[in-house]
């Protein structure tokens, strides 16, 4: 765990995490990375907070024990869910957690309306509330629960007519509210942009935590001493608790996101 020649342990329910992975890799190059993927219990969103800070534990467990130094939860849920528990339980261990990027989007504009998409669970945690009563004078926020962009995502349907349909529907209670931004409040939602800037037109600006937390990371590991000094590309290795989703993750990975 102190070790700066080992990986980084990176965790999502899937495979959403691999919009994190890809931002990891472009600001720390050098650095070997360990994902994992719980696909046999995906998705996380819609599942009780003791459930997810159970899986999200034992995932932790199963990458230290994999000789991780640090520990990205490149999911959303996760992070509400299991982040304060594992800094608590690994104080000397880097944590680094996602939450909705709703601070560059409510500043990016005078008192914009912001859509922040996000799962169940994330979005009535008291985290995401007390992250709205922050920004509550900076713009309008609306809440939109996607649970349903989770699946497509991990069963590599973007860009299909299922993917555009589901879009249409969940924003069509707000066709006449003026968006200027959507903040993607999971991490498999930037797979989707594409298909959101198709329905919500080129106008409409995404913000998401990826490139964040992958700058946090630098950071933390920094601070720690534990930042690769090999000056060669690292390795990924992916895992994922359901072997079936391994070709689609080395696919994802290669994803250009819009």
Same mark, same amino acid.
């Given at each position: 765990m102190n070790n700066p020649s080992s990986p980084i342990g990176v965790f999502d329910s899937g495979m959403g995490g691999i919009?994190?992975?890809?931002?990891?890799?472009?600001?720390?190059?050098?650095?070997?990375?360990?994902?994992?993927?719980?696909?046999?219990?995906?998705?996380?969103?819609?599942?009780?907070?003791?459930?997810?800070?159970?899986?999200?534990?034992?995932?932790?467990?199963?990458?230290?024990?994999?000789?991780?130094?640090?520990?990205?939860?490149?999911?959303?849920?996760?992070?509400?869910?299991?982040? $304060? *528990? #594992?800094?608590?339980? /690994? @104080?000397?261990?880097? !944590?680094?957690?996602?939450?909705?990027? &709703? +601070?560059? $989007? *409510? #500043?990016?504009?005078? /008192? @914009?309306?912001?859509? !922040?998409?996000?799962?169940?669970?994330? &979005? +009535?945690?008291?985290?995401?509330?007390?992250?709205?009563?922050?920004?509550?004078?900076?713009?309008?926020?609306?809440? &939109?629960?996607?649970?349903?962009?989770?699946?497509l995502v991990e069963a590599g349907r973007m860009g299909t007519d299922d993917a555009r349909t589901y879009i249409e529907a969940l924003f069509a209670p707000y066709r006449d509210e003026g968006i200027d931004c959507v903040v993607l409040g999971c991490t498999h939602f930037p797979f989707m942009k594409r298909d959101l800037r198709a329905v919500l037109g080129h106008t409409v600006r995404f913000y998401d935590g990826a490139e964040g937390a992958a700058r946090q990371t630098r950071v933390l590991l920094d601070r720690a001493g534990l930042l690769n000094p090999k000056e060669i590309p690292g390795t990924i290795c992916f895992e994922n608790s359901d072997e079936t989703r391994l070709p689609l993750m080395e696919r994802l990975l290669q994803y250009e996101i819009d």
């Open positions: 919009s994190v992975l890809q931002q990891l890799l472009r600001v720390l190059p050098h650095e070997d990375m360990l994902y994992f993927g719980d696909g046999a219990n995906a998705p996380y969103g819609t599942k009780p907070t003791a459930v997810i800070r159970d899986l999200t534990e034992r995932a932790a467990e199963h990458l230290l024990a994999r000789g991780a130094k640090a520990i990205v939860l490149a999911c959303n849920t996760a992070t509400s869910a299991a982040a $304060a *528990a #594992l800094r608590e339980r /690994y @104080p000397d261990l880097p !944590v680094i957690g996602l939450e909705p990027a &709703l +601070k560059p $989007a *409510a #500043l990016s504009a005078a /008192y @914009p309306t912001v859509v !922040v998409m996000a799962t169940p669970l994330t &979005l +009535k945690e008291e985290k995401f509330a007390a992250l709205t009563r922050r920004f509550a004078d900076k713009c309008r926020i609306i809440a &939109l629960p996607a649970p349903g962009l989770v699946p």
